[in-house]
């Protein structure tokens, strides 16, 4: 399978401040990369869809303001939760499809963000 | 609607024996992709199999199946021989239409091995 990884895997902050999480695509381009934001205990939901040199697509209800999303290039999105508060802990997960004709998505390994 | 159901929040296995977790989609696009993924602990999501709404046989990768009855919308998980490392949570989803990008997950099932 895709190779995925995230940076960090975990993030403790302090509220109010940014926080930036990369994810890469190790061995192949993603035109399109996916985030994720799953609580405990729960199931993923879809935050944004992320085209390489296009804006995100962003989900109902998530705010594009506070979640920024950069597709620099094919192989790396990143996604900055601006002036994080505690309600923003949370698990960020990321997925890309090897290209536009593969089904299947590959996820990285996720990052825990804790706000404090 | 939901989109994906999965209705056993918890499952027990014996060590070696199978076991199915159960899946139900709901779409009226002919089209649609479903597939299963592996949650252990760690947190990452762990592609298990894939099964294409067109496809005639059930899919099947190493010990999972998944036992797909298109007309009931079910696309069934089923492990055999569980292993321990088998332990967690496993979601179904969905990907619903053609070149579509959006996954829909199940609320998912966590898996105990007992050995």
């Known amino acids: 399978g895709a190779v995925v990884s995230q940076h960090p895997s975990w993030v403790i902050c302090k509220s109010g401040t940014s926080v930036k999480i990369e994810c890469r695509s190790l061995d192949f381009q993603a035109t399109t990369m996916f985030w994720y934001r799953q609580f405990p205990k729960q199931s993923l939901m879809l935050m944004a869809t992320s085209n390489e040199g296009s804006k995100a697509t962003y989900e109902q209800g998530v705010e594009k303001d506070k979640f920024l999303i950069n597709h620099a290039s094919l192989t790396l999105s990143t996604l900055t939760v601006t002036s994080a508060h505690p309600e923003d802990s949370s698990f960020y997960i990321c997925?890309?499809?090897?290209?536009?004709?593969?089904?299947?998505?590959?996820f990285g390994p996720g990052t825990r963000l804790l706000v404090l | 609607a939901q989109k994906i159901t999965q209705t056993q929040p918890g499952m027990f296995v014996q060590e070696k024996e199978a076991v199915t977790l159960d899946c139900t989609y709901d779409?009226?696009?002919?089209?649609?992709?479903l597939f299963w993924y592996k949650q252990p602990s760690s947190g990452e999501m762990i592609f298990l199999i894939y099964q294409g709404s067109y496809d005639q046989q059930n899919a099947t990768e190493g010990r999972y199946s998944l036992n797909f009855q298109k007309a009931r919308k079910s696309a069934n998980l089923v492990i055999s021989a569980s292993q321990l490392g088998d332990s967690a949570m496993y979601f179904c989803?969905?990907?619903?239409?053609?070149?579509?990008?959006?996954?829909?997950f199940g609320t998912g099932t966590s898996l105990t091995v007992i050995p």
């Open positions: 989803a969905m990907r619903e239409g053609l070149g579509g990008n959006q996954f829909y």
């Open positions: 997925s890309a499809r090897r290209d536009p004709s593969q089904e299947t998505q590959y």
């Open positions: 779409t009226s696009d002919p089209s649609y992709g």
